[in-house]
């Protein structure tokens, strides 16, 4: 049985309470993508600059539960400065890791090498592996993932082979 | 009818559901709005039907056919008893609400709506009597007006007149799924009648708490939804005026609807079978006919009164513990209301808190409750939803609060 | 897969209506065809789910609304490797396989079918493969073309090019309901392929009785029908290529379908809830998933072997004690056919037949079978039809012999 | 619980087995119609001769089981000669026999005075009224009346007030 405090990790509700990134980047040059999340309303914009293959700033907007909150705060701090093919390795880790099931993570120890996942560094993503836990939950994490993608997408950038 | 108040006690005996435990507590189901939970009487007239006269129904003449056949529609006669329909042959089962609305949408809609016309839905609105009308409206170029709110959560009637001018078709809710309002639907039809449209009534959110009876309230479609009554998933049901559903088009195709059928097209059936295509809810239909069965048993008056004091005692405990630190998005008095309350706390997203009152064992629904538009109208994205039934008395009230109080320390600043 | 044989005593057992009388006499129940009985595990499934876990699903974040969701998606997941479908997100839950033939229609239908586009269905489509196509013919002008039988009741395909040439579908069953014939889909998916058609198979007859394997056939969409395979009432499913599924317009409107809602339009969902509106059968398809695990367990091709063996044995029978005074409608052994069998006595209608051998217990359909069009090439009002199913046995198919001879003798001239 | 005699009474198999005013009328001057039984496929055809309010003639075709067989068999004969509003009222009266419930039939005598109805007298057609225990077979009893109201209907007769 999965506990409250495997969902909400202080480090979340750091990043829900003091959310990194928030605010605009004007519109061109940057590009803006909006994401929902159906089940809860969850809203949330992102500001891409991206240039030269790379993500170069990122600003948020939007509303949204802690989990998504915060999942777009983290988001934002780990893509910024990131080349695109880096960001899109980052966003399948992300969603892989939120995809292994509960019964995986029950047998972990915690966190130990949980920070890396194809050798991707989480860092304080690795917080959020708990909401795997709550299945309901996992859509308000990957808001920002996937919205994010969809935004390189948009972007007119192109896709690694 | 039973004028003795409800035996809650008793009541909840009635429903296995409620003694489960969830996270080491008991169970606290406050999201009947949603979903409600079903009573022992339900189950087992399912399970007996299966058990000991399945078949399909109006096909065969062998006994058990004819017993199946008798259990459903002898469930459209109860149904329809219980919603005040002058005759069975006026109610269409269908799979629920949503498909009640979208029956009138396709079938009355495509024979009566052109382009230009215009449809006129409210606010509140569920996304059940907004959507068919947004498919309508892209098929066909018909226009969509809005009746606006009040600043009490009441549908804004002064403008009425106005925006039905022209208009073929009112379409609106009884009761909110959002706010708890319940709007005053002969009026309203009244007003659609005046302006020369049909009135369409979702009593999904109704038909559970309230007696319901479609000739009081004048309308001309009624639609309800079996899971919210106590009834199992899968039925739902839709009254229509007997001319109305005389001259409707078929909705879906198949077995049972049909007098014929040859390579060159096909007759239409009687209603209410010309609406029922294919193998219907059987089992579903004795279902809600047990869950009618059992709220006449009650008594609605029963009914209506222990929500209208359970809801005053949620509004004003809700109040006492955390006064103006909860917004209460909804009438605050029990005057033409529900026992429906949504809310939020400032600077907690309903998703959280509803997380968190789930460790405490207390089921509440966070989100958009398929109503955006409305959360649009409210400026939020979500809110936080309890909603009373039969089986809720004040001790889950007290629950509630508790476990709010718990929420707000765990996401404290 | 399990390669022991069906131990039959053991499935009746599981089937808690065959302990029923009737009239005095054993329940033989030979309407399997029509619908199925349903053993405990899928009742116990039911019922398990109402009084430990239910809620509505995919909308709460507490406890039993987690479970309730985990349920329904798991359901879909069974059904789906049921059906060899390759991802649960191409299966799309429905009321029946006449809601899933009319969502194409409807959907894939008003999408792609114009003016003179051409349809192709055959002369032994149940009614619900055949209105659906009629009422877009009504609205759309497009032409239906039919697949002939030949002398033993087959599809003639010797002029199938010619048929398909210029078709944008090809929509026939995989089983009849009425002459047991089993087709050959995958030749016939390939021919409409070859056409540049596509190709919907109802699949209603056939899912019960065979292993089906949706890739296997190359066919693109795919529908079934849970009441008749052991499952409730009110849940079907329809399988179609994601590609389609991903571009179709959704059916009908309302919550769950949407991702999004506004005042001025909606964006739909992902698949498949996209074409999951309102509030679903959430038990149903609980009670559909236990029905495929138990038929997973029996092994189909145990249930297979069993249903043919059952199916010489009275066809054998009914010769042996009838001669020509009884004609079978449908194939004379059992070659690339199932266990329906349908038959008329010389002088004696299909529904005197059905009344006097209930009075024998026995429950047979006496009818059109939902399949006018068909009667008609065969040049009759009705048949009589037994089918039998994995309860079903010799003594079984005696006691049918016996009725027969009883109801010969009573409408003797 | 009804047996099998209550139904297959023996006039109703004589009606079966010899049905009266089986053929066809010249149309004009005699009206057709056609009648349906959806749930099994019994398809009825009249012809009507009607002349100066009077239903000079009837003819029938069609197939069905031995109940609407019968039923139409018997139908033909009791309205040959009967006044427009005669025959109307014996529709109704036939339609009335066939709604009466089950439980109000057990209690009567045998056919004492079942035979009359609203004053009509019923003949032949008294043997019809088992049927009202085989719920499904009513619809099979009363397709030629259904058929013969629309047929008066179609025939541009006045209804009575
Ligand atoms: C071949 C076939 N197709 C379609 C149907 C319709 O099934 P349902 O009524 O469950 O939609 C049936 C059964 O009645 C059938 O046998
Ligand atoms: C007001 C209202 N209308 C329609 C619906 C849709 O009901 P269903 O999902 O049963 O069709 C609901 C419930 O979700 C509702 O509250």
Sequence with gaps: MAGLEDLYREIILDHYRAPRNRGELPVPPAHQVEGYNPLCGDEIVLYLDIDDGVVRDVRTGGQGCSISQASTSMMSAAVKGLRIEEARQLIRTFKALMSIHESKLEGETDGEDGATLDGVRLGDLEALQGVVKFPVRIKCATLAWNTLEQGLDEAGQPQPA | ???????????????????????????????????????????????????????????????????????????????????GVPS??????????????????????????????????????????????????????????????????????????????????????????VLGTLNDVALLADAAHAAGALALVDAAQFAPHRRLDVTEWGADFVGVTGHKMLGPTAIGALWARPELLDTMPPF??????????????????????????????????????????????????????????????????????????????????????????????????????????????????????????????????????????????????????????????????
């Design chain 2, 88 to 177: 069975p042959s006026e109610l269409v089962f269908t799979r629920n609400v949503t498909e009640a609305i979208n029956l009138v949408a396709q079938s009355w809609g495509h024979a009566n709506l052109h382009e230009g016309d215009v449809v006129v839905l409210t606010d509140l609105e569920h996304h059940a009597n907004i959507v068919p009308w947004h498919i309508l409206a892209a098929e066909r170029g018909i226009e969509l007006r809005w009746v606006p709110l009040t600043e009490d959560y009441r549908l804004d009637v002064s403008h009425l007149d106005a925006l039905l001018d022209g208009a073929k078709l009112f379409a609106f809710s009884a009761a909110s799924n």
């Design chain 2, 1 to 83: 009818m039973s004028a003795a108040p409800l035996d809650v006690a008793r009541v909840q005996a009635d429903f296995p559901i409620l003694k489960r435990q969830v996270h080491g507590q008991r169970l606290v189901y406050l999201d009947s709005a949603s979903s409600s939970q079903k009573p022992t009487a339900v189950l087992e007239a399912m399970d007996h039907l299966y058990r000991e006269s399945y078949a399909n129904v109006h096909r065969g003449v062998y006994a058990i056919a004819e017993e199946a056949t008798a259990a459903y529609e002898g469930a459209r006669a109860r149904v329809a008893s219980f919603l």
């Design chain 2, 252 to 413: 879906l195709g198949g077995g049972e609807m049909i007098r014929d059928v040859s390579r060159d097209g096909f007759t239409p059936n009687e209603v209410p079978w010309k609406f029922e295509a294919g193998t219907m809810p059987i089992a579903e239909a004795v279902g809600l006919g047990a869950a009618v069965d059992y709220l006449e048993a009650l008594g609605m008056d029963a009914v209506a009164t222990h929500e209208t004091d359970l809801t005053a005692y949620a509004l004003r405990a809700l109040e006492d513990r955390f006064g103006d630190r909860l917004a209460i998005y909804g009438p605050r008095t029990t005057e033409r209301r529900g026992a429906t309350i949504s809310f939020l706390f400032e600077g907690i997203h309903a998703h959280d808190i509803s997380q968190v009152v789930d460790e405490h064992g207390v089921c509440v629904r966070a989100g958009h409750h398929c109503a955006k538009p409305l959360m649009r109208v409210l400026g939020v994205p979500a809110t936080t939803r309890a909603s009373f039934y039969v089986y809720n008395d004040e001790s889950d009230v007290d629950a509630l609060v508790e476990a709010l109080a718990a929420a707000e320390r765990f996401f404290a600043i």
